[in-house]
């Protein structure tokens, strides 16, 4: 298992093994930080976790932090490469958007706990992981709007548009783990709840194009560069004042 962008030190130069034993480590972390929490799960019951002793369990990773690191690295490996797998039988640019949201939605809802407690702890990442963090993030987001150009191929794109598209779609199956509770109280069955947000994703989309056909005007696209600059600055505003 490759850690990209940061690395993480190992004592042991056998790769196969380090694949092999941090995902033993990953497996039990997953399991103790979601009962548990960052700070309250200690290094020795990851370890107990993982079926490893904490001597053993040092020679892949330095720190709790690591840990951290590593699940994080995990799951979005999962996601980015699931995504691709889950379109590379399908042809239809169409079909490709929903193959790839529903595997998504999947996913998440399957680590919900995991996923959740990802975005409790984000706070916890060092330096060097947020950078990495970041970058990771801006390459699963760029297979969206990829497939948003493929989807809207021949026709004018709005480039605006399409970007603020591809941010939603990356995190639209987020909604699950986040609202679940809710979710599964309003609607009879989670099934329902993703086909549901297929559909509205379906007809919500064809904003990409840039057409005034049968469209609504939206003043935040259709003003000017300075006024956009405007609104960064009043957003940083509002960001000091709380």
Same mark, same amino acid.
């Given at each position: 298992?490759?850690?990209?962008?940061?690395?993480?030190? +190992?004592?042991?130069?056998?790769?196969?093994?380090?694949?092999?034993?941090?995902?033993?480590?990953?497996?039990?972390?997953?399991?103790?930080?979601?009962?548990?929490?960052?700070?309250?799960?200690?290094?020795?019951?990851? =370890?107990?976790?993982?079926? /490893? *002793?904490?001597?053993?369990?040092?020679?892949?990773?330095?720190?709790?932090?690591?840990?951290?690191?590593?699940?994080?690295?995990?799951?979005?490996?999962?996601? *980015?490469?699931?995504?691709?797998?889950?379109?590379?039988?399908?042809?239809?640019?169409?079909?490709?958007?929903?193959?790839?949201?529903?595997?998504?939605?999947?996913?998440?809802?399957?680590?919900?706990?995991?996923?959740?407690? /990802?975005?409790?702890?984000?706070?916890?990442?060092?330096?060097?992981?947020?950078?990495?963090?970041?970058?990771?993030?801006?390459?699963?987001?760029?297979?969206?709007?990829?497939? /948003?150009?493929?989807?809207? +191929?021949?026709?004018?794109?709005?480039?605006?548009?399409?970007?603020?598209?591809?941010?939603?779609?990356?995190?639209?199956?987020?909604?699950?783990?986040?609202?679940?509770?809710?979710?599964?109280?309003?609607?009879?069955?989670?099934?329902?709840?993703?086909?549901?947000?297929?559909?509205?994703?379906?007809?919500?989309?064809?904003?990409?194009?840039?057409?005034?056909?049968?469209?609504?005007?939206?003043?935040?696209?259709?003003?000017?560069?300075?006024?956009?600059?405007?609104?960064?600055?009043?957003?940083?505003?509002? =960001?000091?004042?709380?």
């Amino acid at each position: 298992m490759k850690v990209h962008g940061k690395e993480v030190q +190992a004592n042991i130069k056998n790769a196969r093994l380090i694949d092999l034993r941090r995902r033993q480590i990953i497996e039990g972390a997953m399991h103790v930080f979601a009962a548990k929490g960052f700070h309250r799960a200690t290094v020795r019951e990851i =370890a107990d976790a993982a079926g /490893l *002793t904490m001597g053993t369990m040092y020679n892949y990773v330095r720190s709790k932090e690591d840990i951290l690191y590593i699940v994080y690295d995990f799951m979005t490996t999962i996601l *980015t490469e699931g995504l691709r797998k889950a379109i590379e039988n399908t042809e239809d640019p169409r079909e490709k958007v929903s193959a790839a949201l529903r595997h998504n939605m999947e996913l998440i809802y399957q680590y919900r706990d995991v996923i959740m407690f /990802l975005y409790r702890e984000a706070g916890n990442y060092d330096r060097e992981s947020v950078r990495t963090v970041l970058a990771q993030e801006t390459k699963y987001i760029e297979v969206f709007e990829e497939l /948003l150009r493929q989807r809207f +191929a021949g026709r004018k794109i709005n480039e605006a548009r399409l970007k603020v598209a591809a941010d939603i779609l990356s995190y639209l199956n987020v909604i699950l783990v986040l609202r679940g509770w809710s979710l599964r109280r309003r609607h009879k069955s989670m099934d329902d709840v993703v086909d549901g947000i297929l559909e509205f994703v379906e007809h919500a989309i064809e904003i990409v194009e840039d057409t005034d056909r049968g469209s609504v005007d939206c003043r935040h696209f259709k003003n000017t560069a300075k006024s956009q600059r405007e609104r960064r600055s009043k957003w940083g505003n509002r =960001a000091k004042k709380k």
